[in-house]
């Protein structure tokens, strides 16, 4: 896939940067919105979870991947001056709201997605990519998204990949959904 900008900037999707860029992304997009509509998270641990992603980013490519808030946040200083408006946003954001793209997903919450994925934008960069009011995640919005949050980080599946690696760990399946004192006692006994 190749193109050219509005700006006449040509792309092609397997431009290093661009990879780096949508690996930083998806990984700071998953937790920050895990930070806000699921369960708070500690800066420490939210760099901690950058750090460990950063192996799947190169896996797809990245070369740069973020180590830390701060360096997702340096990156996006970086590369701000490169984004514009474009009608593939609109397009995206549509297909989020419609439910095409996670027809699993209630139905009553597709807007509110689209509007959450919006939110994780700093003001000046929605404000940049024309992204106004129609996006603003309101009060019904949060409480939905929290809820939905809240219940699905409490689903377990146990044919998930990872829970088929805690069972090859010797794990139980359901291992990760345990406390973390549970945790640590069934490695030190797996230890063993």
Known sequence: MKGETPAGEK???LDPALLDWVAA???YGFLTAYHRFVAPLPLAEQNRFLRDSAAIGREFGARRTSQSVADFMAMLDELEPR?????IIFEFLDIIESGKAAPSIPRFLHRAVARAAVSLLPDHLRERLQLGRRYDLGRVDRLALRLAGRLADRHKDLSSPPCQAAVRLGLPADFLYRSQA???RLLA???R
């Open 11 to 13: 792309y092609r999707a």
């Open 25 to 27: 992304t998806a990984s």
């Open 83 to 87: 984004f514009e408006p474009h009608p």
């Open 182 to 184: 549970e945790q640590a």
């Open 189 to 191: 006994a797996a230890a």
